[in-house]
């Protein structure tokens, strides 16, 4: 299996812009989450599905964030407008089970300007 | 609530030396305890945990860690450094049940010739 896929790998976007990150999870896991990385914050968990459905929202920043996982094998993160504040390094990361390991994408590089 | 705390923000060894890098967690019920390892523009890299069993893990790349109950710790160690080990190091917990794992701030590991 080829891993956790994230596209973008970087995007250079303008304020107000809209923004879509994508994610193909490894097959059969069915737990994928969304984090966030900056230097300022470290790493945060924005929202995670189980089996597709959304569990726990509560690290989304505000509004502008949205998160969907139509099928077992690709989530989108959207921003919409897209501020400064929003740059980071977003990464997708899945797993199995509860006690399994977290399996991480290599990230996209979001830089708002 | 479940929390991590990695103490240092950096640690610093000389190659060949023994390494540690420390956690100390808080959780109500059982604590399952991971370590993942981010090398500079990666995702993080799963390196060992503990569920149960053994108090002493050994994972990826020689390293290994120990579970202490009674001081809620879970100490990453290596008994020589290689430069290619300087990466981030971060500490995670989830809880029996749960599915959702809490990060540390993570260790920044710099080892020197």
């Known amino acids: 299996d080829a891993g956790v896929i994230q596209s973008p790998r970087h995007e250079v976007t303008e304020m107000g812009q809209e923004v879509t990150l994508r994610c193909k999870p490894i097959?059969?896991?069915?737990?994928l989450f969304w984090y966030r990385q900056t230097m300022m914050r470290g790493l945060e968990l924005l929202i995670y599905?189980?089996?597709?459905?959304?569990?726990?929202d509560s690290g989304m920043p505000e509004d502008r964030f949205s998160a969907k996982m139509p099928n077992a094998s690709f989530s989108t993160l959207k921003i919409q407008p897209s501020e400064p504040r929003d740059s980071a390094v977003y990464f997708c990361?899945?797993?199995?089970?509860?006690?399994?390991?977290?399996?991480f994408g290599e990230g996209s590089r979001l830089t708002v300007l | 609530a479940q929390s991590v705390a990695q103490p240092e923000d950096q640690v610093n060894v000389a190659e060949g030396n023994p390494l540690t890098v420390k956690c100390t967690y808080s959780?109500?019920?059982?604590?399952?305890l991971f370590w993942y390892v981010q090398y500079p523009n990666r995702g993080l890299q799963f390196l060992l945990k503990?569920?149960?069993?053994?108090?002493l893990v050994k994972g990826s790349y020689g390293f290994e860690a120990e579970f202490n109950k009674s001081q809620t710790s879970f100490h990453l160690k290596k008994p020589s450094a290689l430069v290619s080990d300087s990466a981030l190091y971060f500490c995670?917990?989830?809880?029996?049940?749960?599915?959702?794992?809490?990060f540390g701030t993570g260790t920044q590991l710099k080892v020197e010739l």
């Open positions: 990361a899945a797993k199995t089970s509860a006690t399994g390991e977290l399996f």
């Open positions: 097959s059969g896991h069915n737990s």
């Open positions: 599905f189980n089996n597709n459905v959304p569990i726990d």
């Open positions: 959780v109500s019920g059982n604590p399952y």
């Open positions: 503990y569920i149960t069993g053994d108090n």
């Open positions: 995670a917990v989830i809880t029996g049940g749960g599915n959702k794992l809490t």
